[in-house]
């Protein structure tokens, strides 16, 4: 089963501090990708990650990613109110089939974090 | 703003009853992906069209059906309404059928199922 599990499912950050929220996944991939969505909002697109050991970095985000382990992290450093959001990580699975290959987007659950002064 | 736009952005109806959503993907993208967004499932990838083909199909109801015209838009047409298909559904968009692909998102539409 294709399964992608984020945690925790709720962070509460005071501004200034560090925090990192993790995605994990079921099989095997080397495609990963971090959205945020606002509140009522759509969702916006932060990182694509490729291959192991990929890492991005934006403002004061930061993304890695370790395939092997099957494990994608999201830092967060010196966290601002701006933050304040809903973080996803999604997996891009090959599912081989008669016939071909298809992918498979198969988002996390989804971390809410709220910043406080 | 993504490029991508969805249409209503708030449908109310009752149970039993049918409604289309509808979705324009950005210029030059020939992917078009559904999601469905709801409190206690996330974000659940239902169905995706290139270029006017089903490519990929995901955990969606047999109620539930869409399609990609030659122009590109697609729609997905959900039946037999449930209080539970209450939910944000969300279309997004990319260039190509298959990965590494960034997911360009609408804005959703609410559905809502009394």
């Known amino acids: 089963e294709l399964k992608v599990e984020q945690n925790p499912l709720f962070l509460s950050m005071q501004e200034g501090k560090n925090y990192t929220i993790y995605c994990n996944y079921s099989t095997t991939s080397d495609r990963l990708y971090w959205y945020r969505q606002d509140p009522g909002k759509s969702l916006e697109s932060l990182f694509v990650?490729?291959?192991?050991?990929a890492v991005k970095q934006e403002g004061r985000l930061m993304a890695s990613l370790d395939t092997k382990a099957r494990l994608s992290t999201l830092h967060i450093t010196a966290a601002v109110h701006d933050l304040s959001a809903t973080y996803f990580c999604a997996v891009d699975f090959l599912l081989r089939n008669y016939g071909g290959a298809t992918n498979k987007l198969i988002f996390g659950t989804g971390t809410l974090l709220a910043v406080q002064p | 703003d993504s490029g991508v736009t969805q249409t209503p952005k708030h449908l109310i109806t009752a149970t039993g009853q049918r409604v289309t959503l509808r979705c324009s993907p950005r210029s030059g993208d020939l992917s078009v992906y559904w999601y469905q967004q709801s409190l206690d499932q996330g974000l659940q990838f239902l169905i995706q069209y290139y270029n006017g083909e089903e490519r990929a199909k995901g955990n969606i109801l047999e109620r539930f059906s869409a399609q990609q015209f030659p122009d590109l838009h697609s729609e997905l047409n959900l039946s037999s309404l449930e209080l539970g298909d209450s939910a944000l559904y969300f279309c997004?968009?990319?260039?190509?059928?298959?990965?590494?692909?960034?997911?360009?998102f609408g804005s959703g539409t609410q559905l809502s199922v009394l």
């Open positions: 997004a968009s990319s260039v190509g059928s298959s990965g590494p692909w960034r997911l360009f």
């Open positions: 990650l490729l291959s192991n050991g």
